[in-house]
Nanobody, 123 residues
């Protein structure tokens, strides 16, 4: 069974950085398509970042491109989201997800989800 657990969220000021981690069950990171999504209060769950099939490239939402970086450590079964130059509009609950369609930006393509970690950016 696939299990995902996010960590690393918190309260930061605009311009600060955070690194989110997603600890996955054995072989999940090397077997499934992995991605990050976020959801602000009263809004839809939106795509943030995901790996391509080969893992050699990544896809990002336009709103985070150039500021966020997705990476992974297969040996540790962990996916990361490095977030730099944070803005108040980045405030949301961030979710790690696993599915079968690499590079997808549609949340319905992901079958497994973590509980989420709150990121709050103050101005």
């Amino acid at each position: 069974q696939v299990q995902l657990q996010e960590s690393g969220g918190g309260l930061v000021q605009a311009g600060d950085s955070l690194r989110l981690s997603c600890a996955a069950s054995l072989r999940t990171v090397s077997t499934y398509a992995m991605g990050w999504f976020r959801q602000a209060p009263g809004k839809e769950r939106n795509f943030v970042a995901a790996f391509s099939w080969s893992g050699g490239s990544s896809y990002y939402a336009d709103s985070v491109k150039g500021r966020f970086t997705i990476s992974r450590d297969n040996a540790k079964n962990t996916v990361y989201l490095q977030m730099n130059s944070l803005k108040p509009e980045d405030t949301a609950v961030y979710y790690c997800a696993a599915g079968s369609k690499y590079g997808s930006n549609w949340y319905r393509d992901y079958d497994y989800w973590g509980q989420g970690t709150q990121v709050t950016v103050s101005s």
